[in-house]
């Protein structure tokens, strides 16, 4: 069964200072990685995703994610992290057309 | 501009009423989502549909009804048999195609006490 750990509920960094949050699936073949972010009482909006390819993705807002096989993880990273980047990042993996599941997500604070 | 819009943001029941929840989206898009959220537990699928007058169970489909009558809508019912309805409502749409970006709406925010 597919599944997707965000094994960090809750982080805080300096603002400027890098970021990486941690992503791992289980899924038995390749499959389609998204990151989504949410500011508090919003809607969610794509980050990045991950088809095929290139493993080292680029996003909005500064954002890139690497895509490793062998450890079945899809890290988002930020070299400089501003205070509007606050927000719950929630990682995600496509299964079928369909099939859409999320991680428990990661609360990011950024403090000044 | 193109988007998925929900109505209202904020919504007060009384246990034992049914509530409904709307979605509209004006992306052209033949599947829609409806999705529950919970702090600490992400988002679970409730409905989706793929094409007008049609659609299937998610994961957590008890307690809740859905209706595909026009592309553009799928509005959500939120039944009494729904035994922790409080929560924060998502609503979805995208292509139908395998890799499609999943669009969200802005969410509605349901409490029933």
């Known amino acids: 069964a597919q599944s997707v750990t965000q094994p960090d509920i809750h982080i805080t960094v300096s603002e400027g200072a890098s970021l990486e949050l941690r992503c791992n699936y289980s899924y038995g073949a390749t499959p389609y990685l998204f990151w989504y972010?949410?500011?508090?009482?919003?809607?969610?909006q794509l980050l990045l995703k991950y088809f095929s390819g290139d493993t080292l993705v680029q996003g909005i807002k500064g954002f890139e994610a690497e895509f490793k096989r062998s450890?079945?993880?899809?890290?988002?990273?930020?070299?400089?992290?501003?205070?509007?980047?606050?927000?719950?990042?929630f990682c995600a993996v496509q299964t079928g057309a369909n099939n859409l599941f999320f991680g428990t997500g990661t609360r990011l604070t950024v403090i000044p | 501009d193109g988007g998925i819009t929900q109505s209202p943001k904020y919504l007060f029941r009384k246990e034992g009423q049914n509530v409904t929840l709307s979605c509209e989206q004006n992306l052209n898009h033949d599947a829609m989502y409806w999705y529950r959220q919970d702090p600490g537990q992400g988002l679970r699928l409730i409905y989706y549909s793929q094409i007008v007058n049609d659609f299937q169970k998610g994961d957590i489909?008890?307690?809740?009804s859905v209706s595909r009558e026009k592309k553009e809508s799928?509005?959500?019912?939120?039944?009494?048999?729904?035994?922790n309805p409080t929560a924060f409502y998502l609503c979805a749409s995208s292509g139908v195609r395998f890799g499609g970006e999943q669009y969200f709406g802005p969410g509605t925010r349901l409490t029933v006490t």
Do not use: I
Not at chain 1, 37 to 43: A, K, T
Not at chain 2, 61 to 64: I, K, Q, R, V
């Open chain 2, 61 to 64: 489909a008890e307690g809740y």
């Open chain 2, 74 to 83: 799928f509005p959500l019912t939120v039944t009494s048999a729904q035994k």
């Open chain 1, 37 to 44: 972010v949410q500011s508090p009482g919003q809607g969610l």
């Open chain 1, 71 to 89: 450890q079945s993880s899809f890290n988002l990273r930020k070299p400089s992290v501003h205070w509007s980047d606050a927000a719950e990042y």
